[in-house]
């Protein structure tokens, strides 16, 4: 190991962050990259399932609080995208890569949504989910990607609140409510506990990343810390999660449960889930479709900066 790695690893050993200009090994610098933007990715393409109930929300209240949401999924998707920058990624070239299937985003957003409950199953589990995974990113070692965090879960918080809220004004609802909400939880549980990634045995990244303290627990970690926090919830709702073999186990005091079709996830991550070509083919549309406003806003950015340049001179 020589001296400039020697030193990345007693500042990460003493809980420095790493900040863009400081030396950094190129596969910190690459690990970094390689999962920042493909969370970007996700947060982006994770608007397209909700996107599709805007227009079809039951009040203009819930109208406008998904409006929110989707709004907000497309802040921490750009908020990503500049944090991927400062580790010298280029923003077009990390689009592209989603766009050819080379980059992964998460495989969540590949199933349909069938009812409006799903709203509040993704809002309940998938948020959930989410804010299990991103609140120890809080504390991840590089910087700009721990400071976007805190700003990304204060909004998740209010994402999962509101998918919650749904489930619970549909299961105190009519008979047929409750059944849609049972329903969407049985399609979109086993599905949420595959966003925290493969198990920690499968995983080629985790335990390097767990030393250069990018992730603080492993993905095997977080899941079950999702399970134990959201089941009471599924009880408190008076819905039944999708899972025989859960059970409380009193002696690690917390909830065992059945094994993943990890067939189904690998699947879905190698672009063959249900709605991965839906959603690609509407990024895709959308960013040609954008396409004038990213040249607009560059050339007045360029006139802005040639006018500043002419009032120096
Ligand atoms: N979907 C798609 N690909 C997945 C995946 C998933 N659910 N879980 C893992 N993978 C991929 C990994 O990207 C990796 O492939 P790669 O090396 O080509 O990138 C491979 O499967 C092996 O997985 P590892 O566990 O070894 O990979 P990581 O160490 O990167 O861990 C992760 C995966 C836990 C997702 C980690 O990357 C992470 O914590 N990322 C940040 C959070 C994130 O991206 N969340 C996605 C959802 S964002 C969201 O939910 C938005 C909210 O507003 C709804």
């Known amino acids: 190991m020589n001296s400039l790695e020697a030193q990345f690893e ?5 809980e420095d962050k790493i900040e863009p200009k400081d030396w950094m090994p190129d596969h910190y610098r690459k690990t970094l990259i390689r999962q920042i933007s493909q969370h970007a990715h996700s947060e982006i393409v994770g ?25 907000d999924e497309a802040g921490h998707g750009l908020y990503l995208y500049s ?8 923003r077009d070239t990390l689009i ?5 299937g080379k980059a992964k985003y998460s495989s969540i957003f590949n199933y349909p949504t069938l009812t409006w409950a799903d709203m509040g199953a993704i809002g309940w589990l998938v948020d959930g989910a989410a804010i299990m995974n991103q609140v120890p990113l809080c504390r991840t070692s590089y910087g700009p990607y721990a400071r976007a965090m805190v700003r990304v879960c204060k909004e998740e918080s209010f994402h999962q609140r509101q998918g919650y809220e749904i489930m619970l004004t549909l299961c105190r609802g009519s ?49 079950q810390k999702f399970v134990d926090a959201t089941v009471p919830q599924a009880e408190y709702l ?56 990213r040249e607009a806003a560059m050339a007045h950015a360029e006139k802005m900066k040639t006018r500043k340049e002419s009032q120096a001179a």
């Open 238 to 293: 008076g819905l039944t999660i999708p899972d025989p073999d859960l059970k409380w186990n009193e002696e690690k005091m917390g909830y065992d449960f059945g094994e993943l079709n990890w067939e189904e996830f690998y699947n879905i991550v190698s672009g063959n889930g249900p709605c991965n070509r839906q959603r690609i083919q509407a990024r895709k549309k959308a960013y040609d479709e954008g396409k004038w406003v």
């Open 10 to 14: 007693a500042r990460i050993a003493a």
């Open 47 to 71: 608007m397209l399932p909700e996107g599709n109930w805007i227009t079809r929300a039951p009040s203009l209240r819930r109208k406008a609080v998904l409006l929110a949401k989707v709004q």
């Open 96 to 100: 592209n890569d989603l766009h050819s």
């Open 175 to 223: 008979a047929e409510q409750k059944a849609m909400a049972q329903d969407a939880l049985n399609r979109w549980w086993a599905p949420s506990l595959m966003m925290f990634g493969p198990k920690d045995a499968d995983s080629p990244n985790t335990e390097q990343s767990m030393r250069w303290k990018i992730k603080r627990f492993s993905n095997d970690e977080l899941r």
């Open 83 to 90: 944090a991927a920058e400062t580790l010298g990624a280029d």
